[in-house]
């Protein structure tokens, strides 16, 4: 065995390792996995709570947890900066898609989610490649129930135009994430 499969089955042990913890943790209690716990946690860490959510925020596509909880726990955290809150949100989501967009086929996911859900996938795969495909990319990212990860991965290992992938996930993340950001501050601030 060579190196580079040696370090192929590392990495994919260790994100399988972290998916099976998280996804462990999820089952054994989901209330740590809500909001205010998120953003109860972070804020034990003082200083480095901005460096922290930021590292959470581009990991997190890893774990396949959805961002929105997290989102949420950052307008919580910083009630007082939620253009900050927003652009640590876009920013990670935006590097976690990449990620999983450039490292889908490395990873796994192919394998995975292809044994698992393979008309589901090719029914996505047909959809992106429609003219309308990337509009299709700009409303899943927008709609917070579906995840994003999954349009990164799928878009990933059919080698769509990186472009044609990012910019519309870009700008529905930016109104998903805007929304909750912008209007959870002014609602933090109006209630309490």
């Not at 809500?34 to 200083?47: E, K, V």
């Not at 919580?76 to 990449?98: H, K």
């Amino acid at each position: 065995m060579n190196i580079g499969t040696l370090s192929k089955r590392i990495i994919i042990s260790l994100w399988i390792a972290f998916i099976v913890v998280c996804l462990g943790a999820y089952v054994y209690n989901p209330t740590w996995f809500t909001p205010s716990s998120i953003a109860d946690f972070l804020g034990r860490y003082g200083d480095q709570i901005i460096i922290l959510y930021f590292v959470i925020s581009i990991i997190r596509g890893f774990s396949l947890l959805p961002s929105t909880p997290f989102v949420i726990a950052g307008t919580l955290l910083f009630q007082d900066q939620p253009a900050l809150v927003f652009w640590i949100s876009i920013i990670g989501i935006t590097l976690s898609s990449t990620l999983i967009y450039y490292f889908s086929d490395y990873l796994g996911f192919s394998q995975f989610f292809e044994k698992k859900f393979p008309k589901q996938i090719q029914k996505l795969k047909d959809l992106l490649e429609k003219p309308y495909g990337v509009f299709f990319i700009i409303f899943w990212s927008f709609f917070p129930i579906v995840p994003t990860d999954l349009i990164s991965y799928v878009a990933g290992s059919m080698k769509m135009n990186f472009w044609k992938f990012i910019i519309p996930l870009f700008i529905g993340e930016s109104i998903l994430v805007g929304s909750i950001v912008f209007l959870g501050s002014y609602f933090v601030k109006t209630l309490g």
